[in-house]
């Protein structure tokens, strides 16, 4: 399971779980909902740090992943590829050579 997917899964599930707790206390629903957002925000910077962390470790390997490949592939369009070897520029005509 990617990190990031759990991550997201542990930071419903607190949501849930602390709406639970929350659902025995009589208030407005709505702010049942703004506390519970708010709380399992709170409780997931501590208690998911872990999974927090793998999956920033993850998206920084595909950032770099991403970026060294679209570097190669520019460099193969420009011509610049390390397997071949450059081949000299054509010459240019100067406006003294006949056409």
């Known amino acids: 399971m990617s990190a990031a997917l759990k991550y997201t899964l542990g930071r419903i599930g607190l949501f849930v779980a602390v709406l639970a707790g929350l659902w025995l206390i009589d208030m407005n629903v709505f702010l049942k909902l703004m506390l519970a957002l708010v709380f399992s925000a709170a409780l997931s910077f501590f208690l998911l740090r872990g999974w927090r962390d793998e999956m920033a470790g993850e998206i920084a390997e595909a950032t770099e992943r991403r970026r060294t490949e679209k570097e190669r592939l520019r ?3 420009a011509g610049e590829d390390e397997t071949t070897t450059p081949t000299p520029d054509p010459p240019t005509q100067t406006p003294d ?3």
Do not use: D, N, V
């Open 75 to 77: 460099s193969a369009l």
């Open 97 to 99: 050579s006949p056409r």
